[in-house]
């Protein structure tokens, strides 16, 4: 199936990163929000991104107006109807995305696939709230998405091999690796993920090292482009919590426990470098 419309739901970091690299690959595509003015802001984000790219010979300035020519800026979900490809990308609430997939599987033509960049959350339960199973499917893509080339594929219960296809081809486009992975709770990624920066909060928690010993070990040691507890600021702390409890809760393994640590901090606000304050301070 060919995919030339699509929509972004939630103009976000990921939304819009999403948005971008959609834009780029030729989609025209629709980003939506409730507010219409975090989607222009969101635009202008995106127009400085690519700004940077003609500064570095990355792209040309006809591509960067042909990129933000096909972004449209809209806070009504009705403008779907001529979409081939949803991608939903708001907060991580199972009300707020059931609602929001109910409304899709009205306004969008039957052949449309609805998807969602849910770090954790059962594509499956959110399938079964349209009566087009068969056409949801996860699209995981990794923060910065501009920058980072895996997207997750996720395949409900209920997906079809028309659309898992469809969706591995969408994101070679984008230029991304697609990875097809089972609907279960963390997916592959937040699986692996959380618990080591999750274990890198108890080694704080517990006096092992300092925050910044413990960034340098994973940065020097493994590679790592940035330490956990750097990482866990820039995911969010509260994403990092929302995904430790539903691993906690889906696998019912005391291995997946959260740190009291980091309760502490989501609890204080300090949600890291969103909220200003995490592990580190940020201006
Ligand atoms: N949007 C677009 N581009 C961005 C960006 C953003 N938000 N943030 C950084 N970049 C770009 C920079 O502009 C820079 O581009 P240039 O090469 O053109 O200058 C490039 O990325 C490198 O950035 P920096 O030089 O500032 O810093 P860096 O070398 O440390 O790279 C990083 C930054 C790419 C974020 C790198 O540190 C990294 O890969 N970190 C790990 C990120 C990661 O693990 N992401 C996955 C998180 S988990 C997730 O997303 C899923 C989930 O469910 C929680």
Redesign the pocket.
């Known amino acids: 199936m060919s995919i030339s419309t699509v929509m972004v739901i939630g103009a976000g970091?990921m939304g819009g990163?999403i948005a971008q690299v959609a834009a780029a690959a030729g989609r025209k595509v629709y980003l939506n929000d409730v507010d219409l003015d975090i989607v222009k802001k969101r635009i202008s984000f995106i127009e400085g991104?690519l700004a940077?790219d003609v500064s570095?010979d990355r792209i040309t300035e006809a591509q960067k107006a042909a990129t933000l020519a096909n972004l449209i800026p809209t806070n009504d979900i009705a403008m779907a109807a001529d979409a081939d490809l949803v991608i939903e990308a708001v907060i991580e609430n199972m009300d707020l995305k059931s609602k929001i997939f109910t409304q899709l599987d009205e306004v969008t033509k039957p052949s449309c696939i609805l998807a969602s960049n849910t770090?954790s959350l059962p594509i499956t339960e959110i399938a079964a709230v349209t009566k087009r199973p068969e056409q949801v499917i996860g699209m995981?893509f990794?923060?910065?998405v501009?920058?980072?080339k895996l997207v997750e594929v996720i395949r409900g219960l209920a997906t079809s091999d028309e659309t898992l296809k469809a969706i591995f081809d969408e994101s070679v486009a984008y230029g991304k690796t697609p990875v097809e992975v089972r609907d279960v709770p963390g997916f592959v990624?937040?699986r692996l993920?959380m618990p080591m920066i999750n274990e890198a909060i108890f080694c704080v928690y517990e006096g092992v090292a300092t925050v910044e010993d413990a960034d340098t070990v994973m940065k020097l040691g493994m590679n790592w482009?940035?330490g956990p507890l750097t990482?866990a600021d820039?995911?969010g702390l509260d994403?990092c919590l929302y995904?430790m409890e539903v691993l906690y809760d889906g696998y019912a393994d005391s291995k997946y426990r959260p740190c009291p640590l980091l309760r502490q901090y989501v609890k204080a606000g300090w949600l890291g470098k969103k909220s200003g304050r995490g592990f580190y301070t940020y201006a």
Do not use: A, D, E, R
């Open positions: 970091q990163g991104l940077k570095k770090s995981h990794m923060n910065p501009p920058v980072m990624s937040n993920l482009p940035m990482l820039f995911i994403t995904i």
